[in-house]
């Protein structure tokens, strides 16, 4: 049986735009990636890009929080991002 959240981040995926999509599968590729490690994995010097679809995504229920690392780039404790399973 599939669980109704996973119809609904589902049924969500349908209706998002080509930038929330981009950052989406970038979250999806790469899972536990900070948002200024997926600006620069996606080629964007800028982490706003990112930050605003991951805000998006998250409405959606599309991404969730993931752990808190030191990210690789700013070297600063900062959450990470995942797609739920």
């Not at 990112?50 to 600063?76: A, Y």
């Amino acid at each position: 049986m599939i669980r109704q959240t996973s119809l609904d981040s589902y049924n969500s995926l349908k209706n998002i735009g080509q930038r929330q999509k981009l950052v989406y599968d970038g979250i999806k590729t790469y899972p536990n990636i900070t948002a200024l490690e997926l600006a620069r994995k996606l080629g964007k010097l800028d982490p706003n890009f990112v930050r605003p679809r991951i805000n998006e995504l998250k409405k959606f229920g599309l991404v969730v929080e993931g752990d808190k690392r030191i990210c690789s780039i700013s070297k600063r404790k900062v959450l990470t991002w995942i797609v739920p399973i």
